[in-house]
């Protein structure tokens, strides 16, 4: 099987690739068109700031081959906000796949960004398979997902947010799947055996 990982200046890519290691998982880290499309899985990691991110795609055109794919795809954590329409990070227009907005946390209660570990709930999509509800995730962001059609995880923080997502062949996660222990293991066994 094929695994590979989308390489552009955006990616948490060592983290991702020690994490695919230690469940058995070998991939490859590439920006080649070629090997992209002809992958079994793909893998669209991410830190750092959207608009920079898109600009990165674009520039190799990653971003027209990132639509087109047809097998699965998990975007995580800026990898899954672009997957979505637009993002108010800096005004970004992201991929469009998923219809929905991603908005930044505003409280006077709450630190944002949001990190360190938080639970998620509600929980479907073989995604999820055999996670249990409420299950810890680690988390670094400033920006999340409004609630949607398309949720697969919810977590709270000021308010309840889409956690996790699934369209298609697409999932994304918000939270740091190769740094959540064996929660995130067990997430990333399940997107390689989708």
Known sequence: MKIVIIKY??????????????????????????EIITADKV??????????AMNSLKENNLDQIIKSLKQPVLGICVGMQLLCKYSEENNTECLG???????????????VPQIGWNNIYDLHSPLM???PENSYCYFVHSYYVPMNTFAIATTDYIQ?????I?????????????????????????????
């Open 129 to 131: 398979k055999s996670i």
């Open 160 to 164: 309840p947010y889409a956690s996790a």
């Open 9 to 34: 200046n955006a990616g948490n890519i060592q983290s991702v690739l020690y994490a695919l290691e230690r469940i058995g998982v070998g991939a490859i880290v590439t920006d080649n068109h070629e």
């Open 43 to 52: 893998i669209f990691p991410g830190v750092g700031e959207a608009n920079s």
């Open 166 to 194: 699934h369209k298609n062949n697409f999932y994304g996660v918000q939270f740091h799947a190769e740094k959540s222990a064996q929660v995130g293991e067990q997430i990333l066994r399940n997107f390689i055996e989708l």
């Open 97 to 111: 796949i998923f219809e929905e907005p991603v908005k930044k946390f505003i409280s006077l209660e709450y630190k």
